[in-house]
């Protein structure tokens, strides 16, 4: 079972549109949590963390939900900018390196 | 403040043919990783440097994989001899803080025919 498992999609949706991303993990000892933005041809940057409270930076919203093992992304207000393959990540408690999803791509259409 | 650094870009060899990759990253970093990613799938880790100590290399093809980071600054990946399933993109990341705050350089990506 791999550590971290999302719908690789894509989702193509219209500018302007809300639109939510799943993520699962298989380790309940997975300590933190993560999503991470790729574009193209580039190297993964980090977009945000993932608090068990929720968390929200302007049109991103981070839940997590530790009892079933489930990290969400939700982006309101999708510009044509947001197009990228957006990737799960985990941290296990005392593991140092963090475990990716094999990624969520994501098409906003004009 | 300056990136991680990766060379080459790109690199197209034959098979059975010897490659290496080379990180430079952000200075005064300590901890530097190697990251795999296969096209379609997200990077898988291959070794994590604390300095120039391996932390983790379970993941690393050592019969024909080979890493190093001497000084605790640069580090080399060599993969020796190359097989077809080795094309991928080769991340090199660094962090200062343990885990957190992962910087990933460009990457170098590697076909081999």
């Known amino acids: 079972r791999k550590e971290v498992e999302q719908d690789p999609g894509p989702f193509n949706v219209p500018e302007g549109a809300t639109v939510a991303f799943n993520c699962t993990y298989s380790n309940s000892a997975s300590q933190s949590f993560f999503w991470y933005r790729q574009d193209c041809r580039k190297e993964p940057k980090l977009l945000m963390s993932v608090y068990s409270s929720g968390n929200e930076d302007g049109r991103f919203t981070a839940q997590l939900n530790r009892a079933s093992q489930y990290i969400s992304l939700l982006i309101r207000d999708s510009k044509l900018s947001d197009s990228a393959t957006y990737l799960c990540?985990?941290?296990?408690?005392?593991?140092?390196?963090?475990?990716f999803g094999t990624g969520t791509r994501l098409t906003v259409i004009p | 403040e300056a990136g991680v650094a990766q060379s080459p870009r790109y690199k197209i060899i034959e098979k059975r043919q010897s490659v290496a990759f080379w990180c430079n990253p952000i200075?005064?970093?300590?901890?530097l990783y190697w990251y795999q990613q296969i096209l379609g799938q997200g990077p898988k880790l291959l070794i994590q440097f604390q300095n120039n100590g391996v932390v983790d290399d379970s993941q690393l093809p050592k019969d024909r994989f080979s890493a190093e980071r001497l000084k605790g600054v640069d580090s080399t990946l060599k993969i020796q001899p190359a097989k077809l399933e080795d094309s991928a993109v080769y991340l090199c990341?660094?962090?200062?803080?343990?885990?957190?705050?992962?910087?990933f350089g460009s990457g170098t990506r590697l076909t081999v025919v």
């Open positions: 990540v985990v941290r296990q408690t005392g593991a140092n390196n963090l475990f």
């Open positions: 200075s005064g970093h300590a901890t």
């Open positions: 990341a660094s962090s200062d803080r343990g885990w957190d705050g992962y910087t």
